[in-house]
C-alpha cells in the first residue's frame, strides 16, 4: 500500500483520502501499542487480516 515516488520525493499510499481521514488515531498523549484492540482497528480499517496474537 506504500511506494516510493522519486518524482514526487516521497510516499504514496493506495488508500482513499476518505478512508485516512477516518482512521483509527490516538492523542499525542497517548500510546496504544500495549492495546491489542488498536492493532486489530488498524488492520480491519485498512482490509487487512490480522496475524497478532
Known amino acids: 500500500m506504500l511506494t516510493y515516488d522519486t518524482g514526487l520525493g516521497g510516499y504514496v499510499v ?8 477516518r ?4 492523542a499525542r498523549d497517548e500510546t496504544p501499542w500495549g492495546n491489542p484492540d488498536y492493532g486489530r482497528d488498524v488492520y480491519v ?9
Request: hydrophobic content about 25%.
Open 14 to 21: 493506495d488508500v482513499s483520502r476518505e478512508q485516512l481521514e
Open 45 to 53: 480499517h485498512y482490509g487487512l487480516p490480522y496475524g497478532g496474537i
Open 23 to 26: 482512521a483509527p488515531s490516538y
